[in-house]
């Protein structure tokens, strides 16, 4: 019986020691943009919309099933977006879900490549149109110039009032 647990001590001994040589599973957290992990094509981070596309169509406010979008008053330039409103985001209540993304017939909105940012107060979650364009231009890297005749008005109807 002594020589079992001998050898099972053993065992796990040598385990333990060859674990000491090889790479560690983990990897640091990440102090700057520089330093983060890869990011694949289908991550799920922070909500980022291209403001002047934006038509005011409330399809992605009602595809949301947390009720994390809602619609603000913000005059975009779209000359389609005759209510002048566009959707501002409630990080808090989001699930990464992406069916707003879907429901979205002018590719208006994307979920970005940012997920690790830290906030101090559920104010600080909620996100303007403009800082969801800022995002935007940031991840990529591109300002969009709408020209209104461009956009394919056969996708949905739009009410006016």
Request: some cysteine; hydrophobic content about 35%.
């Amino acid at each position: 019986m002594a020589d079992k647990n001998f050898l099972t001590n053993i065992r796990s001994l040598y385990m333990a020691i060859a674990q000491m040589f090889k790479k560690p599973f983990t990897t640091k957290y990440h102090t700057t943009n520089k330093e983060r992990i890869v990011e694949y094509d289908r991550l799920r981070g922070e909500l980022i919309m291209n403001l002047p596309k934006c038509v005011g169509c409330t399809l992605c406010v009602q595809a949301c099933p947390n009720a994390a979008l809602k619609m603000v008053s913000y005059d975009n330039g779209n000359p389609r977006n005759k209510k002048k409103h566009v959707p501002s985001f409630n990080l808090g209540l989001c699930s990464f879900c992406a069916l707003c993304v879907e429901a979205c017939p002018y590719d208006v909105l994307e979920m970005g490549k940012v997920y690790d940012r830290a906030y101090a107060t559920m104010e600080d979650m909620l996100r303007s149109p403009e800082e969801m364009y800022e995002d935007w231009i940031e991840q990529k890297g591109e300002e969009d110039e709408i020209d209104p005749e461009e956009i394919e008005t056969d996708k949905i109807d739009i009410e006016e009032d």
